[in-house]
C-alpha cells in the first residue's frame, strides 16, 4: 500500500495523529556522510508552526525533533533516519462534540467510510499537523540537495483575490520570511493582511497560492515515461491537505498560448554551452529538467473550519447543525510554504539519486 | 526506477518506441475472471489513434492490438496480460536532419542529457506514440470499473482561447464522440475547429483543456497520507505528454472562495444515506472519495512541432536553423481525451483493489 | 531502496542502531478495526529479550515497547502504527578498541567498504538489536492472522550437533518455553544445555537450526511467478542475522528423492473436501499455499563474538590481534525463535492481504 | 502486486504462459550505452531449451527472441528493453484430460484454489517454460555485469544421490558444458547419466542441487537490514519452480561448527589489501558483499509428471486416477543451470545500482 511512503530511493514514511503521543517520520535511503545540521531541521519545523505571527495562527506549539537514529558524529551512516515530535498534552474533552458529526469539507466522513471508524481528536491523521513529518523529511532532503547546488524556495503569491504582482526570482526571497504571509511583494503582503483581519472578524476563511522555485538543478533528473518530474512534484505537492491545483511553467496559461509563442529557443554561447532564451517549460520537458529554473505553483483551497454555525449531518444519517467553536485560522497558505518546500526537495533528492543509474 | 510502470496493485509497464519493432504494456495485478473484451480495446486505441478526422492529425496509421498472454476462454486468468501494437514500416532517412539537432520545446536535449544520447527516429521513446501502451492498458482498467458500476469519461473543455460553454455532466456526453473535436457545446466545438484551421494555415500550434469526470466511485478510495486520490490523478495525467496543469474540484479557483462559499453542506435524506448539496471538492475529501463525482481538468500546452522554421542548437552546442519539415499537428488535445480516461481509470482501478485491505 | 522495508501491502519498516537512542519501527497498511493487544507485543518482545535463562545471554535488559500512532480506543485506525523501544544509556568506552578494527565474520569491514564509515558502538545498525523492531512488527502480524484462525510457531530442531529426535506439530508445542533452548525433545534439550555450558567454558559458540510451522492456512496465499510464498518466506529469514539456509517441505531432501515418493497425492473425502496424504511440498504448491501446514527450516552460523584472542586486520590495513573481551552469547539460536516466527508472520499476514485481489 | 516483476532500480516484469501466443519480459531501469549482444541472449535461451541432449527432454522447440524495445544502434537506449518469444502452434487437445485433473504436487489444485480457474493447457503460468523470460532478463543483467568485471557460473553438484566430488572454482568450470548434466566431475557425471537413463525405464524422475559461484564482485553489495544480498539470492532462487532450499556458504553445514572455526580471519598484504583466509561466509558478512567470491547452493525436488499412473482428485472433489500420458523429463536440473545464473545475475545487477546512492 505504501500510502504514507514517499519516493523511490530517497524514502520518506510517516506517522502520527494530532493527538497522540508522538509523530514522525523514517527516512531510508540517504546516502552516508551527509552532516546532518539538526538546527537546520528545527529551524524549518518552526517556520511551519503555527503562532509564528498572528496571521496564521493563534495556537503556541512548540515542536521539538529528536532524531532516533541514522547519525553517527554529526554524519548520516546510510541507515534509517528516524526522528519524533512529542504532541503536548491535549485534553481530549475538546472534541466529544466531533464524535459523531460529520464537519463539512473535512475527513470525518470519508474517513468512517474508508476505516469504519476514526480518530476524532484534531482530526486525527487527516490533521495538517501531519505535515511536520513532511517538513523534517525535506529539511533532510535540502542538506543533500545544498550539496549539490540546488535551493528550493517558495513563496505566497495569493490570497484570496489579492495576488502578487508578478513572478520573483530565487534571488529576490532573500526577505520573504519578514512578510507575515511570506509574500515578497510587500504591497501586495499588506492588503493580504487586511483580507486576513477583514475575515477574521466574519469567522471566515480563504485559499491562495504558492509559487516555487528550483533553482541549481542539472539536467537530466526526471525518468519516463510514468515518473516524469513535473507528474513527481503534482503527486507531491497535491498530497498536501487542501491543494486543489498544480501548474508547471506556463501551466493553466499554456493552452492559450500558439507553439510558436510558447516554444523555449535553445541557444548555445561560445563554449558551447546550451540554455534557452525563455522558460515557458518551466525548466522541464519531455519530463526531464533542462537545466533551466524549475517553477511551479499550487492553489490551495480556504480551510473549511470556519467560525459560523453550519447544517451537517451525524454518523446516524441524522442532520444536525454544528456549532462554531474552537480555534480558526484565516488562513494556513503562509505556513504552507515550508511544506511545498519539503515535498518539492523530496522530489528533486530523489530524482537526483535515481538519475545515478541513468548511464553506464 | 519502475519509471515505466504505473500503480500498486493493478499495474501498468509500458514499453515501446515510435520507431521500433512493436509498442505494449503489462498489466498485473488484474483479478482473476474479468471477461476481457478486446473489441473494446481496440475500439479505444481506435480513439486515440491519428487520422480520425481532419481536425486532429493528417497521418494514417492503424493500431491493432494483440492479447499476448493472462486470457483464457475469454477471462482474466491473474496473470500479466500482456499486449504489443506493432509499428509499421518506417523509413527512418524522414529523421536524419535530426540526429544531431535539438528541437526547441522537444526531448532530445534533456534526453541527451540524460542517457547520453537518444533514439532520434520519431521522437523514439519520448513520442506521444508511447501514450498507446496507456490507452489499452486503461481500457482494461475500465472493462473492471464498469463491474463495479463506474464510468470515466472526458471531453474537450478548451482550445486555444475557445472554452466551452458550462460544465457538463457525463449524461451530456452521449454524443461527443460526434465533436470532431470532441467538445459536447456545439457552438464552441465549431469556434474549434475554425481555430485549427486557421492555424493550420499559419503553420503554428495550439493547447487546450479537458475535462473529465468519473461517475459512480463508492465513497472511501483513496489512501492518506502521500496517495490521497488528488495526489494519484495528479501524478497520472500530469505524466501524459504536453500536460502543464491539473486541478480538482473549484481548482485555481477555489483560492479566492470563501470558506463559506466553498464547504459542501452534507445532508442525509430519509433513509439516512449522506450526500453534498454543493461539490465544490470534486468529490474527494481528505484524500479519500466521498461519493459525489470526480471531477479534474488537465491543461495542455501546444505541441511545439510548427510548420515554421526556428532557430535553436545542435549536439555539437552550434547555433543551427531547424527547417520546417515532415507533418504537422495543430492541436492534438482531442486525440488525448482518451489518454486522460485511460490514466484516470488505471487509477481508480488501483484504488479499487487498495481499498480491499482497508478494513479487517 | 526500501531496504529497511518489508512487504507489500502489510508493510514494516524500521529503523534504530545498538547504542543510539532507540529503536523501533512503523506498519503500514494495517487494515483498521484490528484489536492490538500491546501486552501481547510486548511478552513477545521479552521472548526475543537476552538474559531470560544463563543459556542466552547474561545481559539484563528490559525493551519495553511503546505504541506512538495508529492505534485509538484499542483499535487499529488504518493509518500507521509506529512503535519505539528507548535504548538504555550505553557507557561507549566500551567499544573504542573497536573503532578501527574489523572483527572476524562481523559486518565491520563491509559496512565501511559500503558507506565509508560505520557507528561502531556495539555494531551499529548490524547488531542483532534490530531484530527487536521485527518481533514488534511480527506480534501485530501475529494479531492479524489469529483473526483468520493461522498460527506461526516455532522451535530449536538442532543446537550444534544435537538434534531433536524427530519434527515436532504445532500441538506438541505448548510447552516449548519451559525448554532454556526451546526444544520440544526434552532429552535434546538437555543435550544442547550441556553444550552451551561446554562451549561456554572453552569461550566458543555454535550455531542451530529452527523449524518453523504455519498452522491454519487457506489455499490460495502466494503470488507466481516472482513472489512464490517460499520465495517470501525464504526472503525473510535470510535477511536474519546469522542465517545461512533455508529450506521448505523436504529441503535438501528432496533432490535424492524419487518424484514416485515426492508427490503429495490428493484425496477427496465424502464432502468432496481435498487435502494430500501425504505433506512434502511443506504445504506450497506451485508458489501457492494447498491448505496443508506450511513447515520450513532456517540454518543459523555459530555467531562471531568468541572469547578467544584471533587475529585480524584495522581500517588502516594493517594486521593486528582482537583481544578476548566483553559479553560472550554462545548461541543465539533459542533467542532467533520469536524473530523467525515475526518474520513468517509478516509474509504470510501480507500475502493475505494481496490474495483479497485474486478475484473478481 | 508486482508478483511478475523482481528487482528495485534493474526490473524484470515477465509474461506469458505456454500455450499462449507468446512469452517476453521487460527490463526497465538498464543504464543507457550497454552493448546488447542479442546472439548472446539468444545463446542462454539456447541452454535452458529442451533437448539440448537426451538427457535433459525429449521435446524439440526453438525459442527465437526478438527484442522490441530500447535499442538502438546496438546500445540499450535507458529506455524499457522488451522482447518475446512466440510460442509455436500446440494442439490443446492433448491437454482436455487435465481440464478438470488436479495433478499431484502440480499447480493445478492452488490455482484454482486461488483463481476461481486457470488455463490447463501445458501448466499455463505455472509451466517451467515461464523460466524463459528469466533467461533473456538475466542474460542482460549478466551484459552489465560483465562490464564490471562480474561472472556468474552454476554447475550441477548432485542428481539424486550422485554428488560431485568437491567444489568447483569458476576457472575449473570452462568444459562443463560438455556434460550431458553440467557436472564438472567427469566420474561423477557419468554416473548421474545412468541414475537418468534408469528412471527413464522406471518412468520416475530424480531432483538434483546446483552450486553457483559470483565471481568479481566488489565489497560493499547489499542493503540491510531486510534486503541483505543473501536475502535477495535466496528469493531470486526459491521463486524457481520446483526448487526446496538455498544456503549461502556452509549453509546447513554451519550450525555443527564452532565460531572459532567458521570465522573467516582478515589479513591484510603489504599494500594493506584486505582479504579472508578462507571463505565459511560465502562471499557475504553483515548482508553484504565482502569482495570474496560469492557461493550458494539450491535444491531442486523431483519434477511431479512421472510415467506411471496417480491416484488424485479433480474440481468436482472425486478420487480419480490420472493416467500416466505425454511426454516425460526425469530431471530438469541441467536444465535449471542458466536460470539459476539468470536470476543471480539479476540480482547482482540490482544491487551493483542501487549500490550507486550508498555515499554522498
Redesign the interface.
Known sequence: ??????G??F?L?????SH?????G?I??C????IIDTEFIQYELDRRRPGQSEMTTPRDESDTI?????V?EG?S??????F?VRNKDHHSFDYDHLRDA?R????????D???????YRGG???SAR?TLSRVAGGAIAKL?LK?SGIQVNAYVS????VDAERVYTADELGQVELSPVRCPDLKASEKMVELINL?KAEG??????ITCIIEGV???????????L???L???V??I?T??????????N???????A???????DR????T?ETN???G????????AGIIFRV????????K?S????NR????IVLPSKGRHDVCV?PRAVPIVEAMAALVIADHL????????
Open positions: 500500500m505504501a500510502a504514507n511512503t514517499f523511490t530511493l524514502r514514511t510517516t506517522f502520527g495523529e497522540g503521543p508522538a509523530l514522525g523514517i531510508d535511503g546516502p552516508a556522510g551527509l529528536e532524531i532516533l537514529s541514522g553517527f554524519r551512516t546510510g541507515t534509517p533516519i528516524a519524533e460529520y463539512p469539507s473535512h475527513a470525518d466522513y470519508t474517513y467510510s474508508k476505516f469504519g471508524f476514526r480518530d486525527g491523521r487527516s501531519e543533500l550539496e495569493s490570497i484570496g483575490e475575515l471566515d476563511t480563504t485559499g491562495g497560492v542539472p539536467a537530466g533528473l526526471g525518468e519516463p515515461v510514468f515518473d516524469k513535473q507528474a513527481d503534482a503527486k507531491a497535491m498530497s491537505n491543494a486543489r491545483g498544480f501548474e508547471i511553467g506556463e501551466g493553466f499554456a493552452p492559450s498560448m500558439r507553439g510558436s510558447h516554444n523555449d529557443i535553445f541557444t548555445a563554449q558551447g554551452k546550451i534557452t515557458h517549460s518551466g522541464i520537458q519531455g519530463g526531464i529538467s533542462n537545466g492553489a490551495f483551497k480556504p480551510i473549511a473550519t470556519i459560523q453550519q447544517p451537517t449531518v446516524q444519517g441524522e442532520n497558505v539519486l535515481r538519475n545515478r543509474s541513468a548511464r553506464m
